[in-house]
């Protein structure tokens, strides 16, 4: 249907080398192979296996099914892919974000941009202010506080 999917493989998987690709020297990579997965009884179609150095760290093994890409360019998908999911948990953890009201795509982005909204301006009250709690405790207390006087703020957030 036209999709395609780069992602880690487990150690534990069973893999069945068909054919290996050539690699270019220097680029980091250890190898490109041509691969099914699964036991003797039952084999997938073929994907692509490409296996990167990593430094002080071991290997990654990236399985994905785009055979018409280099290696190279296999690897920089997945590290943009980890961006998006560190993104992604950024802000699950710092923008409040626990669950999306909408499946929609305009939907999700339009939240997003909403919790980034949140998010400076409660950073820009903690700037403003010269407050020494997080931008979470801050954006907890504002919550808090959401019907009460603006004066109060300050007061509240510095004990002294």
Do not use: C
Request: charged letters at 25%; glycine letters at 4%.
């Amino acid at each position: 249907d036209g999709y395609f999917f780069v992602s880690r493989i487990k150690k534990n998987t069973k893999v069945h080398v068909q054919s290996h690709l050539d690699v270019p020297k220097g680029t980091g990579i250890i190898s490109d192979q041509l691969v099914q997965l699964g036991s003797q009884v039952y084999l997938t179609s073929l994907f692509r296996l490409v296996t990167i150095e990593r430094k002080q760290q071991a290997n990654l093994r990236i399985i994905t099914n785009r055979m018409d890409v280099s290696a190279e360019e296999i690897s920089k998908m997945y590290q943009s892919r980890w961006q998006i999911e560190l993104f992604f948990k950024h802000i699950k953890q710092h923008m409040t974000i626990k669950n999306y009201f909408s499946k929609s795509e305009e939907g999700v982005e339009n939240q997003v941009i909403l919790a980034l909204i949140v998010y400076l301006l409660t950073l820009l009250i903690k700037l403003e202010l010269e407050l020494k709690q997080t931008v979470f405790h801050v954006l907890r207390h504002l919550r808090a506080l959401q019907y009460e006087p603006f004066e109060l703020f300050k007061e509240i957030f510095e004990p002294d």
